[in-house]
């Protein structure tokens, strides 16, 4: 019976490694995942805050070239 006993923990240990092998790959896998999407938001970001400057400053060279003022905002 000790022979048999020990098989089966040996065999519930090695399905039960497998099973945290398995959850942490996902794991990695989900947090990379994540690492990318927030990189790609954080890129996404700086090109609309980027966009956002270049059309003040298109602006605001047009104003000054038009009438040597700057609008009452800026």
Known sequence: MGG???KWLATRLRRNR???QIAATMLSGN???QTVHTHCV???QAAKLVAALLRVARITVG????NGSLPLGL
């Open 63 to 66: 104003l000054a070239k038009s």
């Open 4 to 6: 048999s006993v020990s």
């Open 42 to 44: 954080s890129v996404h």
């Open 31 to 33: 947090s990379l995942r």
């Open 18 to 20: 497998a099973w945290v």
